[in-house]
């Protein structure tokens, strides 16, 4: 049979299960990546697991999201990352040297291995040729103790793109076409792997815009062959001898093919507050715009910012507005500066920030109430930004520089056929000593924890009998950010569950702590797609904090899903629309025989004790979900098994 690339990769590291569709499997996992705002969480579980080393090839971990020191939590779990790294064998990237993605894709990314990260946007690495997928950061723990990933495999998806991209239409225009026409569910269970001649035009920067943004669609990961272009990538990082020519068989088969004539694209915007909500640019051109923000894992490579830098090179900001630029590595930043392109931002009047994911998780930069924002990144979630009305917009560089002269959405092929002049860079700054490598001596290095650290909560075994209120009921495709925002203020308490368990829903409904903790805990009930977006396990943790014992929903995301199976939540499916009508926030639900129907994975009739009646749910579990969930959660029973 001619194969993909996607199952090249999965056959070579298949452990358990059949490579078909839908179907479960168990990947043998090369590298693992964690940064700083799942990572303490990972790091816990990881010591809980109670192995001496890590038993992958590498591992890595990076200190990017939670850079604001405005309290000692920040910086202590820095610390403790660190020191973390260093005696259970991590590479550990300092603050200031960059967003994991960006990093990992410039220094260590390789063809045909497997990476597992506790970030959603980890497939940014699908850009050369590898296949890199988001987890929770329990998964990530597991993974680093030697144990293979599980999950469903997923239909492979041929993103068959011809043609070449037109002047001021960026890569970033492919994927908001893509969710435009997919939604951000329409990659549920799928990988995107991309092909054909238009491939071809795309350098990895531009490549690495894609499959970062497939994690919104929801897909698995994406991945793109490991040609031509990523040798020459390599060899601008001095990096060849990690590249290996690895594509898809000629004529290979896929489950489903989408193409995307890239000549026919035009620039598009993500309206506020949902990146499938695109449209072409020219139904939102006019409208006053008060910040644009540049940079992200998503726009801010050297390609990227340098183009910006041809942008502004002589003219000046728009006075209305705030225009933020973000470097997406030292490596960049450093390049950018060198180049004479950061002189030209500064001279326009840019905000220059470190090289971080800033603004892009609401550290710092929250822009004015009410206010359009032009943001280079992947998520425009409603209050993402740290300001409650924001009118976030997802636009390409073209688009965010074009906004920032003109102080109104603008599309820049208005600014004329003559494009930007970009110098192409002949080699790479390489400097590698953010980067520190684990102690040889291990059993020297004491691992620092500081106050906010808080020991890992566990749950107890499942009951086999559960009468819990409804807590609240949402709607499609509620987010990992609406059940537990990040942002300044949040993000210091990624290691301390008490704390942040008072942000739960904290945007969509305040109270939800309280009743949740007055009620003794208690259901949520959700709508299709719940959970998608973020990896973030704190969104299932902290839930399980206050006493959550189960979900009921219409679908989930793959990772939220995964999570909440992990920390011990029941994640219960209601099919049936009118069932799903006649429940509401104050119903008191009643499971019985819970256990007896887990290990039978079968249907479950669960009364509304209040309304008296019944409603059919669904669990649709494997045998190893089914196990996790009777041990009341992963670590749970991993310790039984030893
Ligand atoms: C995000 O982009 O939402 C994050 C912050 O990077 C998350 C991880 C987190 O919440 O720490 C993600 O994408 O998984
Ligand atoms: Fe950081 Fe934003 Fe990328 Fe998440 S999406 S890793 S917050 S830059």
């Known amino acids: ?325 973000t470097p997406g590595s030292k490596q960049v930043f450093e390049m950018v500066a060198a180049s004479g392109a950061l002189q030209h931002m500064i001279g326009a009047g840019a905000r220059i920030l470190e090289a971080a994911c800033g603004p892009c998780i609401g550290m710092g930069q929250a822009p004015p109430s009410g206010s359009v924002s032009i943001r280079t990144m992947n998520r425009n979630f409603l209050g993402r930004s740290g300001t409650p009305d924001d009118r976030v917009y997802l636009a390409s560089p073209y688009v965010a520089a074009a906004c920032a002269l003109k102080g109104r959405i603008y599309d820049p092929r208005r600014l004329g056929s003559k494009l930007p002049v970009i110098r192409k860079a002949k080699s790479f700054i390489i400097d590698d000593s953010n980067i520190i490598k684990p102690s040889g001596k291990p059993g020297k290095v004491v691992v620092e924890k500081g106050p906010n650290i808080k020991p890992l909560p566990l749950r107890g075994e499942l009951e086999d009998a559960i009468t819990s209120v409804i807590l609240i009921k949402v709607g499609d495709n509620i987010t990992t950010d609406h059940i537990m925002p990040a942002g300044a203020r949040v993000l210091p308490y990624r290691s301390n569950i008490p704390a942040i368990s008072d942000f739960v829903f904290y945007n969509i409904d305040r109270e939800f702590p309280k009743r949740a903790k007055q009620s003794g805990g208690g259901i949520i009930v959700g709508g299709g797609n719940y959970g998608q977006g973020s990896s973030r396990e704190h969104a299932a943790l902290a839930p399980m904090f206050l006493g959550v014992k189960a979900v009921m929903a219409k679908s989930y995301a793959r990772i939220h899903r995964s999570n909440l199976i992990n920390f011990g939540i029941i994640p219960l499916i209601i099919r049936d629309q009118a069932a799903f009508d006649s429940i509401e926030q104050g119903d008191t639900i009643v499971m019985e025989n819970i256990r007896e129907h887990i290990k039978k994975d079968d249907r479950m009739s669960v009364s509304i004790k209040n309304r008296d009646k019944t409603i059919e749910v669904y669990l649709d579990t494997n045998a190893r979900e089914r196990k996790i969930l009777l041990s009341g959660g992963l670590l749970n029973m991993i310790k039984q098994e030893a």
């Open 1 to 325: 049979m001619k194969e993909n690339l996607v199952m090249k990769i999965f056959k070579s590291h298949l452990v358990e299960g059949t490579l078909k569709p839908g179907n479960d499997i168990g990947l043998r996992v090369d590298e693992t990546l964690l940064q700083d705002a799942t990572g303490t969480m990972a790091a816990l579980q990881f010591e809980a697991i109670g192995i001496p080393r890590i038993k992958v090839k590498r591992a890595f971990t990076f200190v990017d999201h939670n850079m604001l020191q405005t309290g000692f939590q920040n910086a202590d779990d820095h610390r403790f990352l660190q020191t973390f790294s260093n005696k259970y064998g991590l590479y550990f990237s300092k603050p200031g040297n960059g967003i994991c993605h960006q990093v990992y894709l410039e220094r260590f990314s390789k063809p045909g291995i497997v990476l597992l990260g506790a970030d959603s946007h980890t497939p940014n690495a699908g850009a050369t040729g590898m296949i890199a997928i988001g987890a929770g950061g329990l998964d990530v723990a597991v993974a680093m103790a030697g144990r293979p990933y599980y999950t469903k495999m997923p239909a492979v998806v041929h993103v068959k793109l011809t043609g070449r991209l037109k002047p001021w239409v960026a890569s970033k225009d492919i994927m908001l076409e893509l969710l435009r026409r997919l939604t951000v569910k329409g990659g549920v269970g799928k990988v995107f792997e991309f092909g054909g001649e238009g491939v071809k035009t795309l350098s990895v920067p531009e490549r690495a815009t894609i499959a970062n943004l497939g994690a919104e669609l929801g897909t698995t990961t994406s991945i793109f062959p490991s040609d031509q272009r990523v040798l020459e990538y390599f060899k601008l990082q001095k990096r060849d001898k990690d590249y290996k020519p690895f594509t898809a068989d000629p004529d290979a088969e896929y489950d489903e093919v989408v193409e995307i004539a890239l000549d026919k694209l035009t620039p598009l915007v993500a309206r506020p507050s949902m990146p499938d909500k695109a449209v072409p640019i020219t139904e939102e051109e006019g409208k006053d715009v008060r910040q644009v923000c540049i940079g992200s894992c998503n726009n801010s490579s050297y390609d990227d910012l340098m183009l910006v830098g041809a942008m502004l090179k002589g003219k000046k900001v728009h006075p209305d507005v705030s225009l933020t630029v």
